[in-house]
């Protein structure tokens, strides 16, 4: 039988380690025995033990198991249902899994996120939200988006910026000094943030041909010359960083019912955030870019990314927010101030996606075509840069409809 241990993060809890691995050929069985050995009460309990897999993502494997005991109510049967978190395949060049569970417990400590429960040998075991996973239609709705933008200004400003910092030894697993670029943007504390991430995974990009080469120093160039044009320290959080979820579709989105712990009494709508795999010290303004983008869902339907009337009063929520849970003094034009970034920014998860993409289309194993959609993120890079130096008007083309929505009023 496979041992169990606890591991102590860097905040001092511990957490339930099981040395067992997830096998994504026999699903249900061994989910079953993963949660059995968090929940060894229910194998003998009388009542059925569901297994269901939730089909929204395209890089893990997600299931809820819960136990029908006889008596209980379906919302008390969700209430102890425990969610099952498989990582992709390889995917560990991606993201840093030992960050990711410190980065969940950090939320849980906070209330912004559901308890963990155990990491196993490739993934993780953590306590179900009951509530409605959203859709990118969903997104678009205005109780939806007010709700988004209170809960990210709530994330922002309780979330401690240097709760996953390692500035002594490396860059997001990377040496500082191990690394091909000498640029400020391997200097910028604390690391990890979303620059580093960035930097890892342009260094993980193939080179095998001459093809490849050149791509991956295209790529290079551009990442470099965005840190240069965009890191500044103008907007909430500490030296222009706050920590991050970075990864806010409309799958990671919970809908919580009315009668939650999170509601309020006026019925106004309420979200909590799930999965924490990117979450990393980020500009305000990265985070909730990328969430724009997301409003386009995998097929980045740009007719309904969010319009300048929409942007504005999104950030006045977020900022009420997260003044209402912060005690650092925010500058009066700090309105204008995230508006002007964000503008900045739009172009920046284009990027951010497409290297990720390129990657994925090597390594991942799921049924999804990586290497087309990492050309589509790229080119929404490509053609914020072209309205930014002016080229794409020079040339006489057409504005492409992700800028031409992104100007509406």
């Given at each position: 039988?496979?041992?169990t241990?606890?591991?102590?993060?860097?905040?001092?809890s511990?957490?339930?380690?099981?040395?067992?691995?997830?096998d994504?050929?026999?699903?249900?069985?061994?989910?079953?025995?993963l949660v059995?050995?968090?929940?060894?009460?229910?194998?003998?309990?009388?009542?059925?033990?569901?297994?269901v897999?939730?089909?929204?993502?395209?890089?893990?494997?997600?299931?809820?198991?819960?136990?029908?005991l006889?008596?209980?109510?379906?919302?008390?049967?969700?209430?102890?249902?425990?969610?099952?978190?498989?990582?992709?395949?390889?995917?560990?060049?991606?993201?840093?899994?030992?960050?990711?569970?410190?980065s969940?417990?950090?939320?849980?400590?906070?209330?912004?996120?559901?308890?963990?429960?155990?990491?196993?040998?490739?993934?993780?075991?953590?306590?179900?939200?009951?509530?409605?996973?959203?859709?990118?239609?969903?997104l678009?709705?205005?109780p939806?988006?007010?709700?988004?933008?209170?809960?990210?200004?709530?994330?922002?400003?309780?979330?401690?910026?240097?709760?996953?910092?390692?500035n002594?030894k490396t860059t997001?697993?990377?040496?500082?000094?191990?690394?091909?670029?000498?640029?400020?943007?391997?200097?910028?504390?604390?690391?990890?943030?979303?620059?580093?991430?960035?930097?890892?995974?342009?260094?993980?990009?193939?080179?095998?041909?001459?093809?490849k080469?050149?791509?991956?120093?295209?790529?290079?160039?551009?990442?470099?010359?965005?840190?240069?044009?965009?890191?500044?320290?103008?907007?909430?959080?500490?030296?222009?960083?706050?920590?991050g979820?970075?990864?806010?579709?409309?799958?990671?989105?919970?809908?919580l019912p009315?009668?939650?712990?999170?509601?309020?009494?006026?019925?106004?709508?309420?979200?909590?955030?799930?999965?924490?795999?990117?979450?990393?010290?980020?500009?305000?303004?990265?985070?909730?870019?990328?969430?724009?983008?997301?409003?386009?869902?995998?097929?980045?339907?740009y007719?309904?990314?969010?319009?300048?009337?929409?942007?504005?009063?999104?950030?006045?929520?977020?900022?009420?927010?997260?003044?209402a849970?912060?005690?650092?003094?925010?500058?009066?034009?700090?309105?204008e101030?995230?508006?002007?970034e964000?503008?900045?920014?739009?172009?920046?998860?284009?990027?951010?996606?497409?290297?990720?993409?390129?990657?994925?289309?090597?390594?991942?194993?799921?049924?999804?075509?990586?290497?087309?959609?990492?050309?589509?993120?790229?080119?929404?890079?490509?053609?914020?840069?072209?309205?930014e130096?002016?080229?794409?008007?020079?040339?006489?083309?057409?504005?492409?409809?992700r800028?031409?929505?992104?100007?509406?009023?």
């Amino acid at each position: 039988m496979a041992s169990t241990k606890a591991n102590t993060n860097r905040h001092g809890s511990s957490l339930l380690h099981l040395d067992a691995t997830f096998d994504n050929k026999n699903v249900d069985d061994s989910a079953i025995e993963l949660v059995y050995r968090i929940q060894p009460k229910w194998r003998s309990a009388p009542g059925k033990l569901e297994v269901v897999k939730f089909t929204d993502g395209i890089t893990n494997t997600l299931l809820k198991v819960g136990k029908h005991l006889p008596g209980l109510t379906a919302d008390e049967i969700d209430r102890d249902s425990v969610l099952l978190r498989a990582y992709g395949n390889n995917t560990e060049i991606l993201i840093d899994r030992d960050r990711e569970a410190i980065s969940h417990a950090l939320c849980a400590e906070r209330g912004l996120a559901p308890p963990l429960l155990a990491r196993f040998n490739n993934g993780l075991l953590y306590r179900y939200i009951i509530g409605k996973v959203c859709t990118p239609s969903d997104l678009i709705r205005e109780p939806v988006w007010r709700a988004v933008a209170t809960r990210l200004g709530e994330w922002h400003a309780l979330l401690p910026v240097d709760s996953v910092a390692d500035n002594n030894k490396t860059t997001n697993g990377h040496a500082v000094n191990g690394t091909s670029s000498k640029s400020a943007l391997m200097l910028r504390l604390p690391v990890p943030n979303c620059w580093s991430v960035m930097q890892k995974w342009v260094s993980a990009l193939p080179d095998d041909t001459p093809k490849k080469k050149a791509r991956k120093e295209l790529i290079q160039g551009e990442l470099d010359r965005s840190f240069q044009d965009l890191d500044n320290e103008r907007g909430p959080g500490v030296k222009g960083f706050v920590f991050g979820h970075c990864d806010l579709l409309s799958a990671n989105v919970i809908m919580l019912p009315s009668n939650s712990a999170d509601s309020k009494a006026d019925d106004t709508l309420k979200v909590s955030f799930i999965d924490y795999e990117y979450a990393t010290p980020c500009p305000a303004t990265f985070d909730i870019a990328n969430h724009f983008a997301e409003w386009g869902g995998y097929d980045c339907d740009y007719s309904m990314l969010p319009t300048k009337s929409i942007r504005r009063q999104f950030l006045i929520d977020y900022l009420e927010s997260y003044k209402a849970h912060s005690d650092k003094p925010m500058p009066d034009n700090m309105l204008e101030v995230l508006l002007e970034e964000i503008d900045r920014w739009r172009g920046m998860p284009g990027l951010y996606w497409g290297i990720w993409a390129l990657i994925q289309a090597t390594i991942s194993q799921i049924d999804f075509d990586y290497a087309s959609y990492a050309e589509v993120r790229l080119g929404e890079y490509f053609a914020w840069r072209a309205e930014e130096s002016g080229s794409r008007t020079r040339e006489g083309l057409d504005i492409p409809l992700r800028e031409r929505r992104w100007a509406e009023e």
